[in-house]
């Protein structure tokens, strides 16, 4: 547990790990592109409002993630990515922002005390102003049939109520 507080209090930013992560990610991409769950999910936040939160970026590549989009720009490295990893981190990374569950053999007790020792030193939360509150479906993203072409064979019909 004091290793993975670890990771919320002082995170090191290796360029070697930050290297290790956007390929695991860029394989994680890879093996979704063919799951008809998640391409559904794709359709999905692509519908929604533009302004609403959901709809932005939720997963990339590893040349979408390095090169901020361009799939013909090859000048972005590794090390040109950790400032931002690092800003990424002090917006969002803090109290305000965190939850955790522990489950264990111990009592409740020791439990939170384990737990307050090794979260002891993350951040408190960052006075941001509050996002405005937008609908994510609006009235121009509500009642559309969406058919979808299955990458595996299968017939479904889902029916969302926003």
């Not at 800003?87 to 939170?112: C, I, M, P, T």
């Not at 595996?152 to 926003?162: G, Q, V």
């Amino acid at each position: 547990l004091d290793r993975f507080g670890q990771f919320f209090v002082s995170p090191l930013f290796r360029e070697d790990a930050i290297d290790r992560e956007l390929r695991a990610v860029d394989s994680e991409y890879n093996n979704a592109l063919g799951q008809d769950n998640w391409r559904s999910y794709q359709l999905l936040k692509s519908e929604c409002n533009p302004d609403h939160p959901f709809h932005k970026f939720g997963c990339g590549n590893y040349y979408t993630l390095t090169n901020g989009g361009d799939m013909n720009d090859n000048s972005q490295s590794v090390a040109n990515l950790r400032p931002d990893l690092v800003k990424f981190w002090e917006d969002h990374y803090h109290s305000g922002n965190l939850k955790l569950s522990v489950l264990g053999r111990a009592s409740l007790d020791n439990l939170q005390a384990t737990v307050e020792q090794s979260f002891a030193d993350v951040r408190p939360p960052v006075v941001t102003p509050s996002p405005s509150r937008v609908a994510a479906f609006g009235p121009s993203q509500l009642g559309i049939l969406r058919e979808v072409v299955p990458v595996k064979e299968t017939r479904t019909i889902r029916l969302s109520f926003l």
